[in-house]
């Protein structure tokens, strides 16, 4: 059975409603119905859903909103589900809905256990997400680790929704950081050769990550680099450096729980002349050109070279200025190779491609739409996600400098010392815009405080309600099916209809997450819940006993909240597979 979204189940009771209005001659024809929403109540003592439908159609139909609005609530009282239905200001409608309609909710969630709310797609669209993409010059930074999970979720979003997704890592391998690499790695070979190489000469990355590298390499091809011309060894160590940090990156991602599907090499793009290919499109469309650029702003004119260079015409795509894509040696420039490689995700199929980008790379999003929008023709989309930083603390104070890496604090030091899931989740506890903070001590507290323990604290007591309650009942008569066949009517206080609704807005809450590439929706909403849960909780506890879901003279009403307690296990269990998190059974 699938899980309603009784957001779009309402908002298409309404559009019936306008068009039996159309039949009967009391609405005009030729309708517009794009601009109706269904959503919640800022309010919730105003009810459970509004909708704007009567002031957006108002104006066009020559009518006036409160009197639309009173036909169409004239309309929404005839439904089985809808209790009440009010014109509230100038022409939105409050509605409230029947406690069996959340009740029936239940079934749904029990019936699809940790599926519930995912969708399937007749003819589902293929999207591309990239995120980490770090250059392959050493091992990740927590920084790293932040695109990494918005990345992923993301990804694991646009698949529960019914996307065919594709998680994609774009190598750096063809640039000159990659030279700077090889020679380091050099001199961790001499190093492993028993030379006394002394200090680590500056510009050449100093982590002690290339010591393995470099007796690796010792030990695969002995002295053979020793002594020779660096023009007889960088290409062969480059490769070898490549290789061996691509391996370090992909096991710091699989310690985060991150696996990608697909791994695109600038350098075999570069080689197999996809660079080429692109720039003879862009001449046959004329969109490339030799001009000057003016200085940029705030640049001073002495400071400012002025010279002919090949330039991309951006501007006619929505950029700012036209974009260089050749350099003074003739050499591409990264732009021009990201243009091919977006040019292969197009030609593979991905119409909608997705980049999670740091937020350094900010001033770059705009030519690359420019670029995707001239490419294919504007058949392709390019959204880009920038991650601000993450402000690494541990008890309040700033943690700065790693041994292993040299200037930074790597992210497998993080995920050893507070474990992938709590990484994971704390990554969602701020919009990716915005800069975090991540505390080594206060996100391993066991308080309210963490959003982390506060939502498996839910999970686990779901968990051990129902082990209890194999105390009061058999086996079978607490399974899923004896479950939903419990009296749901016993459920009326507002605090258990309240947590209901908010189970029940699941589905909804994955689909705009996913729509609106917000993967942090999902830790909020699982911190939402959680507080629901919790507060009932509390309240059986300290203020009404008769609250409590386990009534050991009223086993009616014990079936019913267990019921409830089930479904809400199932939903956090969900969030949280979405977020990659294991639930826990118990608190520890």
């Given at each position: 059975m699938a899980a309603l979204n009784y957001?779009?189940?309402?908002?298409?009771?309404?559009?019936?409603?306008?068009?039996?209005?159309?039949?009967?001659?009391?609405?005009?024809?030729?309708?517009?119905?794009?601009?109706?929403?269904v959503e919640p109540t800022r309010d919730k003592a105003h009810g459970d859903l509004a909708t704007n439908a009567a002031m957006v159609l108002a104006k066009p139909s020559g009518l006036k909103p409160h009197d639309l609005a009173g036909q169409i609530v004239a309309?929404?009282?005839q439904l089985d589900c809808v209790l009440s239905a009010e014109v509230a200001g100038p022409g939105f409608i409050n509605i409230i809905l029947v406690d069996s309609f959340w009740h029936a909710r239940l079934s749904e969630i029990l019936d699809a256990g940790i599926s519930y709310g995912e969708t399937k797609l007749d003819e589902p669209k293929s999207v591309n997400v990239e995120y980490v993409s770090a250059n392959p010059t050493g091992p990740?930074?927590?920084?790293?680790?932040?695109?990494?999970?918005?990345?992923?979720?993301?990804?694991?979003?646009?698949?529960?929704?019914?996307?065919?997704?594709?998680?994609?890592?774009?190598?750096?391998?063809?640039g000159n950081q990659v030279d700077v690499l090889a020679r380091s790695l050099h001199i961790r070979y001499l190093e492993a050769l028993g030379i006394d190489v002394g200090e680590i000469p500056d510009g050449l990355y100093p982590g002690e990550y290339l010591i393995d590298a470099g007796k690796e390499l010792a030990k695969k091809d002995g002295s053979m680099w020793q002594g020779e011309k660096e023009a007889n060894w960088l290409k062969p160590l480059r490769l070898f450096a490549i290789d061996a940090?691509?391996?370090?990156?992909?096991?710091?991602?699989?310690?985060l729980g991150v696996v990608h599907d697909t791994f695109s090499s600038e350098r075999n793009l570069v080689e197999s002349g996809g660079v080429d290919e692109i720039m003879t499109i862009l001449e046959d469309r004329k969109l490339i050109y030799e001009g000057v650029l003016s200085p940029p702003k705030g640049k001073r004119l002495d400071d400012w070279e002025k010279r002919p260079q090949t330039l991309f015409r951006a501007t006619l795509f929505g950029d700012d200025v036209d974009r260089p894509i050749k350099k003074s040696d003739g050499s591409w420039t990264y732009f021009a190779t990201d243009m091919a490689y977006h040019l292969d995700k197009f030609r593979r199929g991905f119409r909608v491609m997705i980049n999670i980008w740091g937020a350094d790379h900010g001033g770059y999003v705009k030519r690359m739409q420019a670029a995707v929008k001239a490419i294919t023709k504007k058949d392709g989309e390019l959204d880009v996600q920038l991650c601000q930083m993450v402000n690494l603390m541990d008890n309040g104070e700033p943690v700065k400098m790693s041994k292993r890496a040299g200037t930074f604090i790597t992210l497998r030091e993080v995920i050893d010392k507070v474990g992938k899931d709590v990484v994971r989740?704390?990554?969602?506890?701020?919009?990716?815009?915005?800069?975090?903070?991540?505390?080594?001590?206060?996100?391993?507290?066991?308080?309210?405080?963490?959003?982390?323990?506060?939502v498996q604290y839910s999970h686990a007591r779901c968990c051990s309600v129902l082990r209890q309650a194999m105390e009061m009942f058999k086996v079978e008569e607490i399974s899923i099916a004896a479950l939903k066949n419990s009296n749901y009517k016993n459920l009326t206080d507002p605090g258990e209809l309240a947590l209901i609704k908010m189970m029940a807005a699941w589905p909804q809450t994955l689909k705009g997450a996913a729509q609106a590439h917000e993967p942090h929706r999902i830790a909020y909403y699982l911190h939402d819940l959680s507080a629901s849960f919790h507060a009932l909780w509390a309240k059986g506890s300290k203020e009404n006993t008769s609250l409590r879901f386990l009534v050991e003279d009223n086993p009616p009403l014990t079936l019913a909240r267990l019921a409830m307690v089930k479904s809400l296990a199932m939903v956090i269990a969900s969030g949280l597979e979405v977020i990659g998190i294991e639930p826990v059974q118990e608190m520890r």
């Amino acid at each position: 059975m699938a899980a309603l979204n009784y957001f779009e189940y309402m908002r298409d009771n309404i559009v019936d409603i306008l068009n039996d209005l159309v039949v009967s001659g009391n609405l005009p024809q030729s309708q517009n119905f794009k601009q109706i929403s269904v959503e919640p109540t800022r309010d919730k003592a105003h009810g459970d859903l509004a909708t704007n439908a009567a002031m957006v159609l108002a104006k066009p139909s020559g009518l006036k909103p409160h009197d639309l609005a009173g036909q169409i609530v004239a309309g929404l009282l005839q439904l089985d589900c809808v209790l009440s239905a009010e014109v509230a200001g100038p022409g939105f409608i409050n509605i409230i809905l029947v406690d069996s309609f959340w009740h029936a909710r239940l079934s749904e969630i029990l019936d699809a256990g940790i599926s519930y709310g995912e969708t399937k797609l007749d003819e589902p669209k293929s999207v591309n997400v990239e995120y980490v993409s770090a250059n392959p010059t050493g091992p990740m930074h927590v920084g790293h680790g932040r695109g990494a999970v918005i990345g992923d979720v993301l990804a694991n979003l646009f698949s529960k929704i019914g996307y065919n997704v594709t998680k994609e890592y774009y190598i750096n391998d063809a640039g000159n950081q990659v030279d700077v690499l090889a020679r380091s790695l050099h001199i961790r070979y001499l190093e492993a050769l028993g030379i006394d190489v002394g200090e680590i000469p500056d510009g050449l990355y100093p982590g002690e990550y290339l010591i393995d590298a470099g007796k690796e390499l010792a030990k695969k091809d002995g002295s053979m680099w020793q002594g020779e011309k660096e023009a007889n060894w960088l290409k062969p160590l480059r490769l070898f450096a490549i290789d061996a940090m691509m391996k370090l990156i992909r096991e710091d991602l699989l310690s985060l729980g991150v696996v990608h599907d697909t791994f695109s090499s600038e350098r075999n793009l570069v080689e197999s002349g996809g660079v080429d290919e692109i720039m003879t499109i862009l001449e046959d469309r004329k969109l490339i050109y030799e001009g000057v650029l003016s200085p940029p702003k705030g640049k001073r004119l002495d400071d400012w070279e002025k010279r002919p260079q090949t330039l991309f015409r951006a501007t006619l795509f929505g950029d700012d200025v036209d974009r260089p894509i050749k350099k003074s040696d003739g050499s591409w420039t990264y732009f021009a190779t990201d243009m091919a490689y977006h040019l292969d995700k197009f030609r593979r199929g991905f119409r909608v491609m997705i980049n999670i980008w740091g937020a350094d790379h900010g001033g770059y999003v705009k030519r690359m739409q420019a670029a995707v929008k001239a490419i294919t023709k504007k058949d392709g989309e390019l959204d880009v996600q920038l991650c601000q930083m993450v402000n690494l603390m541990d008890n309040g104070e700033p943690v700065k400098m790693s041994k292993r890496a040299g200037t930074f604090i790597t992210l497998r030091e993080v995920i050893d010392k507070v474990g992938k899931d709590v990484v994971r989740f704390i990554m969602l506890t701020r919009k990716n815009d915005a800069q975090l903070d991540f505390d080594l001590t206060k996100v391993l507290e066991q308080s309210r405080d963490n959003p982390v323990f506060y939502v498996q604290y839910s999970h686990a007591r779901c968990c051990s309600v129902l082990r209890q309650a194999m105390e009061m009942f058999k086996v079978e008569e607490i399974s899923i099916a004896a479950l939903k066949n419990s009296n749901y009517k016993n459920l009326t206080d507002p605090g258990e209809l309240a947590l209901i609704k908010m189970m029940a807005a699941w589905p909804q809450t994955l689909k705009g997450a996913a729509q609106a590439h917000e993967p942090h929706r999902i830790a909020y909403y699982l911190h939402d819940l959680s507080a629901s849960f919790h507060a009932l909780w509390a309240k059986g506890s300290k203020e009404n006993t008769s609250l409590r879901f386990l009534v050991e003279d009223n086993p009616p009403l014990t079936l019913a909240r267990l019921a409830m307690v089930k479904s809400l296990a199932m939903v956090i269990a969900s969030g949280l597979e979405v977020i990659g998190i294991e639930p826990v059974q118990e608190m520890r």
